[in-house]
């Protein structure tokens, strides 16, 4: 009797709830907006990636996708991150860097405004580190750099740069 009323209750809130049983039935999940048609390509992202990580630590970064990570758009069954279209992402990581280089790199990043980006709010709890600034723009690309110490005690500075859902070549 308990697995009836279980099962007739689930069936009832599935019915009545925007979890319904058809896609029509429930709003876009986040995944699904994210699904939106591209004519981006990998090779034009993981290009445009490397260009900002290049201007933001002053030095060349190759802009071959082969060098690029790959980070799927999409959920696929075990709800792991799966593609194509893929977010290319691209870093640089610089142990010990001289303060005039962490410096540099954050005066660099602002420079992104010019280009459209904008700031991204701090929302977590604590502090914002003043050696970090992440800038979004319109089209999806995020620049971050971050001057920190590891876990394992390391300084280093971190200059990243993700591009908006691309297709493969």
Known sequence: MRLLTTLFVALSLMATSACGFLHKDRPPTDDEATMQPTTLTVTEAARVVAGYVSMIV???????????????????AGMMPDGPPWRVYRNAWIVDPAPD????????????????????????????????????DGRGYIVSVKAETTAGGIYGLNVAATSPCANDD
């Open 101 to 136: 280089l962490v410096e540099s790199a954050l005066k660099r990043i602002e420079t992104l405004v010019d280009e459209g980006f904008a700031p991204i709010p701090w929302t977590r709890p604590e502090p914002e580190p003043p050696n970090s600034k992440a800038y979004e």
């Open 58 to 76: 002053g030095k060349p970064i190759d802009p071959d996708p082969a060098h690029a990570a790959l980070h799927g758009c999409r959920t696929n």
